[in-house]
């Protein structure tokens, strides 16, 4: 998790496969397109998410507003899914 | 996004806390299957829980430990305190409380009972926060068209509601006077074969009205509703009107119609214009000044609108807009004063603590659309758009005034059968159930709470919403803790009041 | 009683690192637990060998007791998460019984009001507009 961004700043971000679901994530990719530029892949226990492009006029941290969505989304995910 | 909580509490405004179990509990102690499902919270010196079926009780933090852990015995006042509640498992009676379920779930057995049709995007008004894609007064193209009006009242009288409300909105809907008046007739002549319990309401600025107007609406039992919001240097300010004096336009109309419902033998304690007001950040400081317009021009009932993030309401978020807790400290300074009004004698109440304090304290689901679950969205409501777009409610529609149609559902030219059972409803439907929601539930106030997903959308990017982190949790949250707090500390008047405000009933006249 | 540890407290970047044992709670109790913190804090989970770990930023600077206090309501929060847990398993069967006997009756219900007006959108208040200060008992009849 990053501070806020700087100019076309990139990011590398891993979540814990037992902890996230990959639908969950690609939910927040999806949230966040317009921020930055995601790209997804499975590393080992861990699914490792490249973010690049990062928008700089965007007050906040992208990258960890987009760590709480892919955490909300799993929990949400997984209750739904029983 | 950009929807998060980083703002302090109004400190006016008492707030709920976790419950402390790692100090009052020890997790080998517990006795799980003691209770029906719960969740519970830290109200003053008291622990408020509350189960699925809607019942709560206060208890003292020994009353919950002894709770948690099981302990406490038939006879024993404790025991019975919680049998009374359900929430002793042993002691539930399954087809009462599933009367009781069906009873407050009437609303899923049946189809939407509320359809806006939006018959013009014209207004002669400027209103600084308006949701609708407004247009100027010559802009005719934008009315709903006959055809399109009777599609519309022909689809709406497909719902498998007994009850329908046709609702005219705008713009200013009396600017399309001759298809009000056509939808109108129309839907009456429909009815006499539909048989449905058919009702109109009008939400109208009042700038247009004129006695021949009004002599057809009052002979053809249309509600009229309008919005006021406080005194005339304040309503102006906000509601630009180019060709008069909006505020006093409004009341001398209001007063007039009061007076003809008076002259029809209607009771004016039921029957009255009824007005709305939208708080702007000039509406912070002059609670106690919007409450007294309120009560001066006869209302029995203030509904404090938080502005929302619709439409031009938007755009102007800057010069008008709050954050949340602004907002919140103004909702307790106002409710704090009307509570105050009553004890006085003055009949006034606030329309989101009624609406919960109905579910709360009467065990009655008002179907207050923005309150249920699942929420509102296509199936307890329709917006029609003047083109013939058919979307999930007034707020799909606002989505869609500012360029994302995510909302819409279809067109007058769909049948009913496709628009309810389609995807989109479908997927409406269940992004609006809290049992979905992680924080919801296991939140106290789950039984009387609600989703409303195009709020979700607009303030999340997501139709499921980040409860802990939304405006929309925090706004109903924090009114059931400002409630809840008010009840502890309640004597017997207070509870006398707060059981007046659940009163809800039928306005008779109404219904054609 | 706690059982979560603090790994790491840094009020400089307001970061504290917490874990536990696996085996303590399940992933849903986590995952509940962890969620009452978005608002607060930035959170990522993560897991290293036979622990959990969670790791918050605060959202704001947060003094090193306020953090501390945060380390303590999570450990508070995953007791809370745990009983309603507990409890579900144990009797969520109730509440699962009852709706499933309410709506078995559906039909019966929607039938009686085929023989005219039910009550269905009569009472509803859907814009939350309902005429008020009348006590229930003179209230007319649907």
Known sequence: MSAAQAAGAAATVRFHKELYDEQAIADATATFADYARFGVRGEGDHFVVDISDLDSEIEGDIVAEFCNFALANSAALRRNDG | MGDTMLETRAANLPKGSQVALAELTDPAEWKPDFAVPFNQRTIGGKIVISNDFGDWLFLTQEEFRDFVEGRPQPGEPLYEKLKRANFVASEIDFLDQSLRWRRKKEYLFYGPTLHAFVLTHRCNHGCQYCHSSIVGMDRMDTDMSIETAEKGVDLAFQTTAHGLTIEFQGGEPTANWDVLRHIVEYAREKNKTAKKILSFALVTNLSLMDDEKLEFLLDRHVQICTSLDGPEDLHNQIRIFRDGNSHQTLLTWMKKINQRYVDMGLDPNQYRVEALPTITRPSLTRWKEIVDTFVEVGCRAVFLRKLDPFGFAAKSAKTLGYSMDEFLEFYANAVDYIIELNRQGVQVMERHAAIMLNKILADDEPNYLDLRIPGGACIGQLGYAPDGSIYSSDEGRFVASMGDDMFRIGSVDDSYQDLMGGAATRALVMAGLNDGHPDCVSCVYKPWCGQQVEYNYKTQGSLHGHMRDSTWCKKHKSIFDYLMHKLEAADEKDMEMFRLWTTNRTLDHFIV | ?142
């Open chain 3, 1 to 142: 009683m706690a059982q979560s540890q603090i790994e790491q407290l840094d009020p400089a970047s307001s970061t504290l690192v917490l874990s536990l044992d696996v085996d303590l709670y399940s992933r849903d109790v986590l995952y509940a637990a962890a969620y009452v913190f978005i608002d607060r804090a930035y959170i990522l989970l993560d897991r290293d060998a036979d622990r959990y770990m969670v790791r918050m930023r605060a959202k704001q600077k947060m003094p090193d007791e306020t953090m501390r206090a945060m380390a303590g309501e999570f450990e508070n929060e995953l007791l809370a998460q745990a009983l309603r847990e507990q409890v579900g398993k144990a009797n969520q069967a109730i509440i699962e019984g009852i709706t499933a006997l309410a709506i078995s009756g559906a039909t019966a219900v929607a039938e009686s009001h085929a023989d005219g007006p039910g009550l269905d959108g009569f009472v509803d208040d859907p814009k939350g507009l309902g005429a008020p200060w009348q006590n229930k008992e003179e209230a007319p009849e649907g």
